[in-house]
T-cell receptor, first 113, second 113 residues
Framework: AQKVTQAQTEISVVEKEDVTLDCVYE???????LFWYKQPPSGELVFLIR??????QNEISGRYSWNFQKSTSSFNFTITASQVVDSAVYFC??????????FGTGTRLLVSP | DAGVIQSPRHEVTEMGQEVTLRCKPI?????LFWYRQTMMRGLELLIY????????DSGMPEDRFSAKMPNASFSTLKIQPSEPRDSAVYFC???????????FGPGTRLTVT
């Protein structure tokens, strides 16, 4: 069965530091998708990225970047020059079947000024 | 375009009472999902609909929980009778059928005393 492991429960950094959130997934599917979501203190879940298993190119969006490595079943998320507004819980997920998502337990990121 | 809309945002009720949570998906989305989030169990998928039809309700905890989607723009999740262990944040999410990233509503925080 599909499974997502986020081993880091909580990470604390000081503003402007770079931080990487780890995500390791398990799946028996040959085609699958990986996702990251952000849950700020206000509570909503915000979609950040969707990655197809056939596309191993790294993606960069502003200060955010994602590193997908099939060989290690990892889909890590890096925030460059972190800011206080990045403080949130970040969830990694994969799909089971086409539409159901399986979420990791989340990593709480605390960015202090 | 408006995002997923949920109501109420907060609900406090006494054990044994009926609770109805409401969701309006993003216009044009044809898949709708109900999740529950607790500290102990994280994010759990309760049920999802495709084109208003329930596809998978294996996550519904017990017969006290029921969900309906009478049309493409409205869904309800009902708990009857409610119990203290139902206290959680309930999220509704929607997606296009052929793109599986889900967009979440702000959630309903339910407290059963």
């Amino acid at each position: 069965a599909q499974k997502v492991t986020q081993a880091q429960t909580e990470i604390s950094v000081v503003e402007k530091e770079d931080v990487t959130l780890d995500c390791v997934y398990e799946t028996r599917d040959t085609t699958y998708y990986l996702f990251w979501y952000k849950q700020p203190p206000s509570g909503e879940l915000v979609f950040l990225i969707r990655r197809n298993s056939f596309d191993e190119q790294n993606e960069i969006s502003g200060r955010y970047s994602w590193n997908f490595q099939k060989s290690t079943s990892s889909f890590n998320f890096t925030i460059t020059a972190s800011q206080v507004v990045d403080s949130a819980v970040y969830f990694c997920a994969t799909n089971t079947g086409f539409q159901k998502l399986v979420f990791g337990t989340g990593t709480r990121l605390l960015v202090s000024p | 375009d408006a995002g997923v809309i949920q109501s109420p945002r907060h609900e406090v009720t006494e054990m044994g009472q009926e609770v109805t949570l409401r969701c309006k998906p993003i216009s044009g989305h044809n898949s709708l999902f109900w999740y529950r989030q607790t500290m102990m169990r994280g994010l759990e998928l309760l049920i999802y609909f495709n084109n208003n039809v329930p596809i998978d309700d294996s996550g519904m905890p017990e017969d006290r929980f029921s969900a309906k989607m009478p049309n493409a723009s409205f869904s309800t999740l009902k708990i009857q009778p409610s119990e203290p262990r139902d206290s959680a944040v309930y999220f509704c999410a929607s997606s296009f059928q052929d793109r599986n990233e889900q967009y979440f509503g702000p959630g309903t925080r339910l407290t059963v005393t």
